[in-house]
Nanobody
Framework: QVQLLDAGGGVAQAGDSLRLSCTIS????????VAWFRQTPGKEREFIAA????????LYADSVKGRFFISRDTSSSAVNLQIDVLRPDDAAVYYC??????????????????WGQGTRVTVSS
């Protein structure tokens, strides 16, 4: 089993930066991938970014490239999501997820078995 604890959400102003963290505990796998998704009311969870735990390769949704940055901290077993230049439409509940997706499906929600509880980001303009 893999346990995820996501944190770092809160209220921020448009234009600010925010860093979310996902702390991983329990069993890990050589082919583990960790991703961030976000969800707003009435919409499906949207893929944001993913990272392969071994090797650190990353993938981003086109809509967030250049403002969102995913990284790993092996010393603390965490995957962080840095959000720069926050916009009102970044407001959502952000979830980290872990799983063993095939490479071509790393952005697909159903490929992820383990989920954090979500952390809410509110953006004031």
């Amino acid at each position: 089993q893999v346990q995820l604890l996501d944190a770092g959400g809160g209220v921020a102003q448009a234009g600010d930066s925010l860093r979310l963290s996902c702390t991983i505990s329990g069993r890990t796998f050589d082919d583990l991938a960790v991703a961030w998704f976000r969800q707003t009311p009435g919409k499906e969870r949207e893929f944001i970014a993913a990272l392969w735990w071994n090797g650190g390769a990353t993938l981003y949704a086109d809509s967030v490239k250049g403002r969102f940055f995913i990284s790993r901290d092996t010393s603390s077993s965490a995957v962080n999501l840095q959000i720069d230049v926050l916009r009102p439409d970044d407001a959502a509940v952000y979830y980290c997820a872990a799983g063993r997706p095939i490479a071509s499906s790393i952005a697909t929600m159903r490929e992820y078995t383990y989920w954090g509880q979500g952390t809410r980001v509110t953006v004031s303009s």
